[in-house]
């Protein structure tokens, strides 16, 4: 398993016995010129011995190093993309040779995977070989309706200091800039702008607080919008 940064799946992934390597050689990718990126790689890919496996699966529009990587050491790979967005707004944070590649990845992984035919959608141009493909994400609904049947909705309130009448508006998922978590937090000051009687009883519940700078930008522009009795991060 390879990874760019350490993170909460790493104790997960060595309980599991499955080696994890982090490599900070690319942590400066979005800087990278191709003449110094393909040198790492290609040290990476001897480092773990690519060769030995059947597949290289990356996860996510910015795991397009590992596309890449794959097609140097000629193995199949499969790419997984979440991400709702423009290859042009994703792509303009690299040098221009990079985003060539970021577009090449398209055509050189065996498969790229979307969660949702909306998404795949957005892309659709770059499937040149019919190789685009939709596997729908799934969640355990048998946990759900076990919280559920454990947990009562009022208790829930009360532990969270919501009062029955108020109206919880909710977004969901990690806090990262890509799902827009401060794009929620203006909708909801424009909301109060837009009907302050019905706002005073509206509560924003932003769930999947994740620790780093994009959390502390939210916390910066809730406090500016002047809505912290309104919204609170989980």
């Keep these: 398993f390879l990874s760019l940064q350490d993170g909460p799946l790493k104790a997960r992934l060595e309980d599991l016995k499955i080696p994890v390597i982090i490599t900070s ?9 191709v003449v110094a990126l393909e040198p790492i790689l290609k040290r990476l890919g ?4 690519i060769k030995q496996f059947d597949l290289v699966i990356g996860n996510t529009l910015q795991s397009f190093w590992g596309i890449y ?27 221009p040779c990079i985003q060539s590649i970021i577009r090449n990845c398209f055509v050189t992984a065996a498969r790229t995977v ?20 939709v596997i729908y994400g799934g969640i355990n609904l048998q946990e759900i309706e ?28 990690t806090t990262c800039e890509r799902k827009g978590q401060h794009i929620f937090v203006q909708a909801l000051k424009h909301l109060a ?9 509206v509560r924003g519940l932003v769930v999947g607080g994740r620790k780093g700078k994009y959390l502390d930008f939210l916390n910066d522009k809730i406090t500016s919008l002047s809505l912290e009795n309104q919204v609170q991060i989980y």
């Design 193 to 201: 702008s837009l009907d302050p009687e019905i706002f005073a009883k």
């Design 25 to 33: 050689e690319l942590a400066n990718i979005y800087e990278q010129e």
């Design 114 to 133: 979307f969660v949702a035919d909306a998404t795949r959608q957005l892309f659709h141009q770059l499937d040149r070989e019919d190789r685009f493909r």
């Design 69 to 95: 990587l794959a097609h140097i050491f000629n193995v199949p790979s499969l790419w997984y993309i979440h991400e709702s967005t423009s290859l042009e707004l994703f792509s303009q944070a690299f040098k």
């Design 146 to 173: 076990k919280f559920r049947q454990n947990h009562n909705r009022d208790e829930l309130r009360a532990k969270y200091g919501l009062l029955d009448d108020q109206i919880v508006i909710s977004i969901l998922g």
């Design 46 to 49: 001897k480092e773990v011995n």
